[in-house]
């Protein structure tokens, strides 16, 4: 294939069209051929006498070609046939064998596309309804926990204000009272944390079903071909707390128990957690090529964001107070944070007004990030402490590092966690830490036990948990699954590769710095190379950081200047 022209380069976004020379958009896919289109070579696919009949959907409606598997006793052909009463696969020339004279014989290829519409239905079930219903539930606890509390402060406060009149006489009633609100909170504590520890133990499980999901629906995998479809456990059912009430006494000397009140737990019956039930069964079926041919491309585009036809740029910021913007961080308001390479972090508002300015021991690296709650964490690499800045401005030390240096930090727009990139002079390693501070994962070595990380300069999480690593010592970009299982990484595509800044999209996709080419590339969330998305042909030089706000725009951050630039290429 030719190299692209400056033009085609400047409109090269997502996948490339397969046909030769062609460098546009390949927005649909040939079935027969395996291969991306661009509307144009669609539309002459569908002339030319070869080819008329060829099946061509939307990209994303494509079917999953059969991994190339050659023949045992026919070693220069390929499997391409099933064979119904024997469940196997043969090669064309096994399927004229006496063996399976009369045997129903089907194209593998079909089978293999059904099957894996079936595992990616189920593996979409646990994405888009068990975690999020399941993480639900666990919030609903958390608001319990609080709700209970709170109870039992408004009745120990009305013991006390009830026994203040007679202080004298019921110091002792007041004492055992206080005690056994007590008692009664730390069961019901008790049985909350059992929930909790139920559903962080559904929740591990679904994981580790996800992960499964995933392998089996590899597309080099082909044992979902003979593996029967699991079943996921259902959520397991939990109860809310009963509040315990308080019931008011009268004063009198000789009962002085009944004045102050008794506390007790309500009578009432413990009522279920709601589980909102799952959508109907053929919400989730894929449906048939037919039906996908006939749906518009209008409703499509409603349902998921899609390439824009060219990158453009919106906007820029002049950021006061920084030398240069290397990495850029951004909340739910569009408010910026952008930190130079001397350690000033700044934060602008949506003018680019400075609003507030700090002093930070932070050098190139991604270490500051914005959470869900709208506080930023940053890491101070001297001190291996990661601070909190919460939007009142007031600074707090978060997380301890111990004996690691934290580089890079992450809040996941997922769950709240904190992913931090972290080294010390022997090794490198990733933490997780949910929101509240607490180490919950560490992440340092593949499954041949060798090390992923020397120095995670720049740290993201994609849609689907992978976490997304660029590496400064070693050039390149490393991506593990939620659970710790190396799964991929990403070199380049060139003799040299720097990577820097690092995010993704709504769509899963990855995008880098490449300070070797002074580029941004675009990669799929399984690590494929799809194209350089920025470059000076955009006005892009030496890029360093880069994120996705909440509008779908990409910022980006350069070495030689101050300015932050705001590129749209979604639509």
């Known amino acids: 294939m030719s190299e692209p022209s400056d033009e085609q380069a400047a409109m090269q976004h997502y996948l490339v069209c397969g046909t030769e020379n062609c460098q546009k958009n390949g927005q649909f896919y040939c079935n027969a051929c ?67 004279k009369g045997h129903d014989i089907d194209d593998l290829e079909e089978i293999y596309a059904d099957k894996y519409a079936v595992w990616q239905g189920e593996f979409s079930k646990i994405q888009k309804y068990f975690l999020p219903t399941t993480n639900s539930l666990k919030a609903d606890i958390e608001e319990d926990v609080t709700e209970i509390k709170n109870i039992m402060e408004s009745i120990r406060t009305s013991i006390k204000a009830e026994a203040e009149s007679l202080k004298n006489l019921v110091d002792e009633v007041t004492s ?64 809310k707390p009963v509040p315990t009430v308080f019931t008011a006494g009268r004063f009198s000397k000789n009962d002085v128990t009944k004045l102050l009140g008794k506390v007790d737990v309500s ?51 002049s950021i006061p107070g920084v030398d240069r913007a290397f990495y850029v961080s951004v909340d ?87 992913l931090v990139g972290m080294y010390t002079d022997e090794e490198a390693k990733v933490t997780r830490y949910n929101k509240a501070g607490k180490e919950i994962q560490n992440i340092q070595r593949d499954n041949q036990g060798q090390e992923l990380y020397s120095y995670p300069r720049y740290i993201t999480e994609n849609i689907n948990g992978d976490i997304c690593t660029s590496d400064g010592c070693n050039d390149k970009v490393v991506v593990v699954n939620k659970s710790g299982q190396h799964r991929f990484s990403y070199t380049g595509q060139g003799s040299e590769f720097w990577p820097w800044g690092i995010c993704t999209d709504v769509l899963g996709h990855i995008l880098v710095c490449d300070s070797a080419s002074d580029t941004v590339h675009l990669l799929e969330q399984d690590g494929r190379f799809l194209s350089v998305i920025l470059s000076s042909q955009q006005g892009i030089m030496f890029p360093r950081g880069v994120c996705v706000d909440y509008e779908n725009n990409l910022l980006v951050g350069q070495r030689g200047t101050s300015t932050v630039t705001v590129y749209k290429y979604l639509q």
Not at 73 to 94: A, G, V
Not at 368 to 377: C, M, R
């Open 176 to 239: 055992e009272s206080i005690e056994n609100t007590h008692t009664m909170e730390k069961s019901l504590l008790k049985m909350l944390k059992s929930q909790e520890t139920t559903y962080d133990d559904y929740i591990t499980y679904l994981w580790k079903m996800s992960d499964e999901f995933q392998e089996y629906l590899s597309i080099t995998n082909k044992k979902l071909l003979f593996t029967k479809t699991l079943r996921i456990q259902p959520i397991p059912e939990t109860t």
């Open 332 to 418: 739910k308001s569009g408010r910026l944070w952008v930190s130079d390479r001397d350690g000033y972090l700044v934060q602008t508002d949506l003018q680019g007004n400075l609003l507030h300015k700090i002093q930070t021991s932070g050098e190139e690296e991604g270490y500051h990030t914005a959470t869900q709650d709208g506080d930023l964490i940053y890491t101070e690499q001297d001190k291996k402490v990661i601070y909190r800045i919460t939007p009142d401005r007031k600074i707090t030390e978060f997380i301890k590092t111990g004996d690691w240096t934290p580089l890079s930090v992450h809040s996941s727009r997922i769950n709240g966690d904190i």
């Open 267 to 317: 009578n009432r019956k413990p009522e279920k957690r709601k589980i909102q039930p799952m959508e109907a069964e053929s919400a989730h079926m894929k449906p048939t090529e037919k039906q996908l041919e006939q749906s518009t491309e209008k409703s499509d585009m409603k349902q998921i964001l899609s390439l824009s036809s060219s990158v453009t740029k919106v906007k820029e910021y």
């Open 34 to 100: 395996h291969r991306p289109l661009c509307e144009q070579c669609r539309d002459e696919h569908q002339k030319s006498p070869k080819t008329k009949n060829h099946e061509i959907v939307l990209y994303r409606h494509r079917k999953h070609q059969l991994p190339v598997e050659l023949c045992q006793e026919h070693p220069t052909r390929n499997k391409e046939l099933f064979c119904r009463e024997c469940s196997i696969p043969l090669c064309s020339k096994c399927s004229t064998m006496k063996e399976h």
